[in-house]
């Protein structure tokens, strides 16, 4: 048997225990509050990204650290499948080539990572999906400008207010939360009930 912690260790142990209730009872509040302010924008979200598939466009998806794995997990779900079988779906997350992202911050600017890819990358019909807990991150704003100004669609992931990424999304799901964890928890609740409706879509459409 292991050795008793003592009463001090006992202490510390029902902090924690207090500390990770805490934590879910906020994460909880949050994706409720979440659900109040977004479940009629995360429909609309999905309608672009529908019709892109059907016009055959695809998705550009980019974020930085957390926000860069949501994106590659997004594609990984659109690309792959989520929960249903269908054909697969044009997903591109531009946070995964290293020769291209550290060349394009080397020979520019860190925060022309995402736009120079867009500029080389989307097509007529594409929707730009940018992710950032603040709504900030210069790259991820100059990604959504760069999509904007070549006629795509765009949809921003952020924290309340969604920051300056506000104003460059045709559809903004900014979680009404402060923390980047709880939102970054939001967000992965919003972007898999997006990748169900998609892959409905596409489901019903073969």
């Known amino acids: 048997m292991p050795p008793s912690l ?8 029902e902090d924690m225990t207090g500390r990770v209730r805490k934590r ?6 949050t994706i409720r509050l979440t659900d109040e302010h977004l479940a009629g924008r995360v429909v609309q979200a999905a309608g672009l990204i529908i019709e892109a598939h059907r016009s055959g466009g695809g998705v550009l998806l980019f974020g930085n650290g957390g926000s ?3 994106a590659q997990h997004i594609a990984g779900e659109l690309v792959g499948r989520f929960q249903r079988e269908r054909r ?5 997350a531009l946070t995964t080539d290293s020769s291209v992202l550290t060349s394009i911050a080397n020979d520019y600017d860190f925060r022309r990572v995402f736009a120079r890819q867009i500029e080389g990358l989307a097509r007529p019909g594409d929707v730009a999906v940018g992710l950032s807990t603040s709504g900030n991150s210069p790259s991820v704003v100059e990604g959504l400008a760069a999509a904007r100004r070549m006629g795509l669609k765009t949809v921003a992931f952020t924290g309340a207010g969604g920051g ?8 903004l799901l900014d979680v009404p939360a402060r923390p980047a ?10 972007y898999h009930v997006l990748c169900e409706l998609v892959e409905d879509a596409a489901a019903e459409a073969e």
């Open 181 to 190: 964890a709880r939102v970054q928890e939001a967000h992965a609740v919003l």
């Open 164 to 171: 300056k990424c506000a104003a460059l999304a045709d559809v």
């Open 88 to 92: 697969a779906l044009r997903a591109v």
């Open 6 to 13: 003592g009463a001090k260790g006992h202490a510390m142990g």
């Open 24 to 29: 879910f009872e906020e994460a909880l509040a």
């Open 68 to 70: 860069a794995a949501d």
